[in-house]
C-alpha cells in the first residue's frame, strides 16, 4: 500500500465553488507535498507544507497538516474550468529521500 | 528556463526493440529522478541520480531496465528487448537537491510509450 493517499478517485464541482482533497499518511514523514497533473503534462507542485506546519497557502489554495493524524487536505476556492486535473499527495518517510505519490483524484470543474 | 525537456514525446516500439529514453534537466540541479505513471499502478518511481551519481535504482525492473547519467546535462532511460507491459508515461524530474522529501520535483512532460 501507499506510504500516502488520496481518500476519493473522482470529484466534480461547479465552477465558482471550493472544494477540497484529502490525503492521508503512514509513518512519520519531513514534509507532504501535493502536486496537479493536468492531461498530457507531468506533476507540477502546490504546496509543499512540512511537518513542524499546520497550514500552508498559495492564492486560492490552502493546505493543512495534521500529524496527529497524519492527514492532509488541500483546499481550493473560487474553483474555475482551469483546476480540472489530478491532484497528487506525495511525501517521503523521515529519514528516507524517496517521494511516493499516492493515486490521485481527478477534479473536474463543470462550468 | 525551458524546465525538464523529455524526448521523444511519444514512442512507438514493437515488441523486442529497444528503446531509450532522454531526459535533460533543469541547468544547475543536482538530483534527476526517473517515474513511470500507469492508470494501474499510478506515479511509480524507478530510479535517482544525485550529481551523476546513481544513488537509487530500487523501482527499476531488475531486468531489460537500465539508467545513465553520463553529464550534469542529460539522462537517459534505456529499455531492452520491450513488451506490452512496458507501455506508460515516463515522467524525468529535477531537483536543486534532494533532501528527505522536502524538496520540489520538476518534472517534465514525459514520454508515451506504446510497445505493439
Known amino acids: 500500500s501507499q506510504l500516502a493517499e488520496e481518500n476519493l478517485w473522482a470529484l466534480s464541482v461547479h465552477e465558482g465553488e471550493s472544494v477540497t482533497v484529502n490525503c492521508s499518511y503512514k509513518?512519520?514523514?519531513?514534509?507532504l507535498q501535493w502536486y496537479r497533473q493536468k492531461s498530457g503534462e507531468g506533476p507540477a507542485q502546490l504546496i509543499l507544507?512540512?511537518?513542524?506546519?499546520r497550514e500552508k497557502r498559495n492564492g486560492r489554495l490552502r493546505a493543512t497538516l495534521d500529524t496527529s493524524s497524519q492527514s492532509s487536505s488541500l483546499s481550493i476556492t473560487a474553483t474555475r474550468c482551469e483546476d480540472t486535473a489530478v491532484y497528487f499527495c506525495?511525501?517521503?518517510?523521515?529519514?528516507?529521500?524517496?517521494?511516493?505519490f499516492g493515486s490521485g483524484t481527478q477534479l473536474t470543474v463543470m462550468p | 528556463n525551458a524546465g525538464v525537456i523529455q524526448t521523444p514525446r511519444h514512442k512507438v516500439t514493437g515488441k523486442g526493440q529497444e528503446a531509450t529514453l532522454w531526459c535533460e534537466p533543469i541547468?544547475?540541479?543536482?538530483?534527476v529522478f526517473w517515474y513511470r505513471q500507469t492508470i494501474v499502478q499510478g506515479l511509480e518511481f524507478l530510479t535517482y541520480?544525485?550529481?551523476?551519481?546513481?544513488?537509487?535504482d530500487s523501482g527499476m525492473p531488475k531486468e531489460r531496465f537500465s539508467a545513465q547519467m553520463p553529464n550534469q546535462s542529460h539522462s537517459t532511460l534505456k529499455i531492452q528487448s520491450t513488451q506490452p507491459q512496458d507501455s506508460a508515461v515516463y515522467l524525468c524530474?529535477?531537483?536543486?537537491?534532494f533532501g528527505q522529501g522536502a524538496e520540489t520535483l520538476y518534472f517534465g512532460s514525459g514520454t508515451r510509450l506504446t510497445v505493439l
Open positions: 506525495a511525501a517521503a518517510s523521515s529519514g528516507s529521500w524517496q517521494l511516493i
Open positions: 541547468s544547475g540541479h543536482s538530483a
Open positions: 524530474a529535477s531537483s536543486l537537491d
Open positions: 509513518t512519520s514523514i519531513t514534509a
Open positions: 541520480f544525485r550529481n551523476q551519481a546513481p544513488i537509487d
Open positions: 507544507i512540512r511537518s513542524n506546519e
